[in-house]
C-alpha cells in the first residue's frame, strides 16, 4: 500500500494553528469532510474518542490520529504540520509536529493496519520527518511522501 493511495495532495495542511487536540483534529478534518460529505464534527468527535482510549502520538514529533466511523465509502487520511507543536501525550513526551488522520470504515480493519504500518514505516526515518518539517509548502510536502513512498 502507498501514501499517495489514500492521501490527496488536497488534505495536506502546511500549517496547523491550532494548539489543542481538538484544534488540530478540527483542522484535519475539515478537508476530509469537504471531500466525504461526512459530517466534519462527526470526524472530530470520533477521533477524540479513540484518542481518549489510548494516546496516538508515537513520539518522535508525530501522531496518527486514526478511528473508525459509520458513513464512509472507504479509508480517508489527512496530514498536517504543526509548527509549534501540540501535546498528544507521545511516550517519550515530545509535542507532534506532523499529524497523520487515519478515518475508516466500520469494516475496514484490514486497509486500516496497512495504512498504519505504511505511514508508520515512512516516518520512521528521522531525515525524511526533518525534511517533511522544512518543507515550504503542502505541495513540497507531498512531493516528499511521493518520493520516500517510491523507495
Do not use: W
Not at 489510548?54 to 504540520?81: D, N, Q, S
Not at 509549534?84 to 475496514?108: I, M, S, T, W
Not at 513540497?140 to 520516500?148: K, T
Amino acid at each position: 500500500m502507498k501514501i499517495t493511495e489514500f492521501l490527496e495532495p488536497t488534505a495536506i495542511i502546511d500549517d496547523l494553528v491550532g494548539s489543542t487536540p481538538q484544534e488540530v483534529l478540527t483542522d484535519l478534518c475539515r478537508p476530509l469532510a469537504a471531500s466525504t460529505g461526512v459530517n466534519r464534527e462527526r470526524m472530530v468527535e470520533a477521533l477524540l474518542t479513540r484518542e481518549q482510549l489510548a494516546p496516538t502520538a508515537v513520539g518522535e514529533g508525530l501522531a496518527i490520529p486514526h478511528c473508525k466511523m459509520a458513513g464512509l465509502r472507504g479509508l480517508v487520511a489527512g496530514f498536517g504540520r504543526s509548527r509549534a507543536g501540540v501535546d498528544f501525550k507521545a511516550p517519550d513526551a515530545r509535542p507532534a509536529e506532523l499529524f497523520f488522520a487515519l478515518l475508516v470504515p466500520e469494516d475496514g480493519r484490514g486497509v486500516h493496519l496497512k495504512a498504519l504500518a505504511r505511514i508508520s514505516r515512512l516516518f520512521k526515518a528521522a531525515e525524511f520527518r526533518e525534511s517533511v518539517l522544512k518543507a515550504k509548502d503542502a505541495a513540497e510536502i507531498y512531493q516528499l511522501m511521493v518520493a520516500e513512498d517510491a523507495k
